[in-house]
């Protein structure tokens, strides 16, 4: 995920899927970015980043 965020259903989703979802009719269209999610996903691609040079 690059741009994971929260939806009113508590689960967590990839931003661009929103994007296609807008057209659509949904109960809820609160999106909360889950920022310790991304952090925990930009850590660990620095560390594979470190590892590969």
Not at 2 to 18: Q, S
Not at 37 to 46: D, P
Request: no cysteine; aromatic share 10%; glycine share 4%.
């Amino acid at each position: 995920m690059r741009d994971p965020h929260v939806a009113a259903d508590g689960f967590t989703y990839e931003a661009e899927a929103f994007r296609g979802w807008l057209n659509m009719k949904l109960e809820h269209s609160n999106l909360v970015p889950n920022r310790a999610l991304r952090s925990a996903i930009q850590e660990w691609l620095q560390q594979q980043q470190s590892s590969i040079t």
